[in-house]
């Protein structure tokens, strides 16, 4: 007599078309690691100095920097598992969510700003990776074979996302969490210098700062929250797996410049100098490839929604190689990051109108995410508002465009204070907006 084996069961992927119902494997585990290796990023490290030294203010005290961390990535950790919400509840990615506030050929704006936009920070986290590789080898690696091979793994990474995820709660997150312990301890055992001239003014930009860094996820945050078994674990996870990391990571990043006098050149070096240093800094410089990967889907995700019967794994290999080509030919990043920059302030207000009518509004009774959705221009009006809200309160770094509304804020006599977070109020104004049209529309 013969047993037969058990049949090996096959973890279920990511659907490959828009209309395939998406598998729901991930707990409050996979979300919470996930996250956690989003919140921890070499731009981090370095983008610190922003909260510890807040443009035109003077440098904050390192009690202020801490709070201004804690509470700029709380707030915008809560408004990325706001957006997480949606898309646990719907099943549908970032992108195709938009269908039901705007209709399917409205929903075509977002959705063309966010590839622009994941694309960008995709050949921008690639060009991270390869400075990490540079400051590990001193330049023995040619920048391109780095590039290709970062790629290579984040496309590759892309195409079986349910996978990688599964391997990032197993392996990576309990490496990056030896990594980051180190370093903190290394760093802590060692006296700060003492910093004169400090003060507490810039503290509600250093907030915004912070806010901001972590909203930038909000429109890819339902393309990682569509596949959890529920909306409590899509949102918990998130919340506490983003938000310690980032505040762990800019507290680290913050250390880190204090000890080299707030030159963010000099950051890598802090690191590199520490006893068997560059061992946990390569595992850091390796583990920012799930940066590039969750650029790499999204935008696949993005296109989806453009083009729903085209297979995500295609549309992830097109994404991948362009981000490789464009990063290869990289020199100078600085003005396409503004540009950026400008580009994710779309969604803060955006998000709030998302969320303000699912939960609020047409979403209770009926959210119609079919190919034939019928346009609601009517909600182009609260997202155009908080983008000026938004604006008005922060201009950007494009130049063109900022000194535009500069004579603007001159011509209606308004001028930011200490006190106007762009990314708080446009959210806020837009949330606003939206839940007037959620009242004349119940009562219409």
């Given at each position: 007599m013969t047993t037969e084996s058990p049949r090996r069961k096959t973890e279920p992927e990511a659907p490959l078309r828009l209309s395939t119902e998406p598998a729901r494997t991930f707990g409050f585990a996979d979300q919470a690691?996930?996250?956690?290796?989003?919140?921890?990023?070499?731009?981090?490290?370095?983008?610190?100095?922003?909260?510890?030294?807040?443009?035109g203010y003077a440098q904050l005290p390192l009690v202020?920097?801490?709070?201004?961390?804690?509470?700029?990535?709380?707030?915008?950790?809560?408004?990325?598992?706001?957006?997480?919400?949606?898309?646990?509840?719907?099943?549908?990615?970032?992108m195709a969510n938009f269908r039901g506030l705007f209709g399917t050929k409205l929903s075509t704006l977002p959705t063309v700003a966010n590839i622009v936009q994941c694309v960008g920070w995709g050949v921008f986290e690639l060009t991270v990776i390869a400075a990490g590789v540079a400051a590990l080898t001193h330049d023995r690696i040619p920048h391109a074979i780095v590039v290709i091979a970062a790629g290579v793994v984040s496309t590759v990474m892309a195409i079986w996302p349910i996978h990688v995820v599964g391997i990032l709660r197993k392996y990576v997150t309990v490496a990056v969490f030896i990594a980051m312990t180190y370093f903190t301890i290394?760093?802590?055992?060692?006296?700060?210098?003492?910093?004169?001239?400090?003060s507490w003014a810039g503290f509600f930009p250093a907030v915004d700062t912070a806010l901001a860094v972590a909203v930038s996820f909000v429109p890819l945050a339902a393309d990682y929250t569509r596949h959890s078994r529920s909306t409590r674990a899509a949102t918990s996870g998130m919340l506490v797996g983003y938000s310690v990391a980032q505040t762990w990571c800019y507290l680290l990043g913050i250390i880190a410049l204090l000890h080299v006098g707030g030159d963010p050149d000099r950051l890598f070096d802090t690191f590199l100098g520490i006893a068997a240093g560059w061992v946990f800094f390569a595992v850091?410089?390796?583990?920012e490839t799930d940066q590039s990967f969750a650029n790499v889907y999204s935008t696949a995700m993005s296109i989806q929604n453009l083009f729903p019967r085209v297979d995500r794994r295609v549309l992830a290999g097109i994404v991948g190689v362009i981000a490789t080509v464009f990063a290869i030919n990289v020199t100078d990043f600085s003005w396409y990051a503004n540009f950026l920059y400008l580009i994710g302030s779309v969604f803060i207000p955006l998000t709030a109108v998302l969320v303000v009518d699912f939960f609020f509004g047409r979403g209770r009774r009926k959210w119609d995410l079919s190919p034939s959705s019928p346009a609601r221009p009517i909600m182009l009006l609260p997202w155009a508002i908080g983008f000026i809200v938004y604006q008005l309160c922060n201009p950007g770094s494009v130049t063109w465009w900022a000194n535009w509304w500069v004579s603007v804020q001159d011509r209606i006599g308004f001028h930011p204070s200490?006190?106007?977070?762009?990314?708080?109020?446009?959210?806020?104004?837009?949330?606003?907006?939206?839940?007037?049209?959620?009242?004349?529309?119940?009562?219409?």
């Open positions: 690691a996930f996250w956690t290796n989003l919140g921890i990023s070499l731009i981090g490290f370095t983008g610190a100095i922003y909260v510890l030294k807040p443009a202020a920097a801490i709070i201004a961390t804690v509470v700029g990535t709380v707030i915008g950790t809560s408004m990325v598992a706001a957006a997480g919400a949606v898309g646990a509840r719907t099943g549908a990615p970032a290394q760093l802590v055992r060692q006296p700060l210098p003492e910093v004169a001239d400090t850091l410089v390796l583990r200490w006190w106007t977070s762009a990314s708080l109020l446009s959210f806020v104004v837009a949330g606003l907006a939206t839940g007037v049209i959620v009242v004349i529309d119940r009562r219409s």
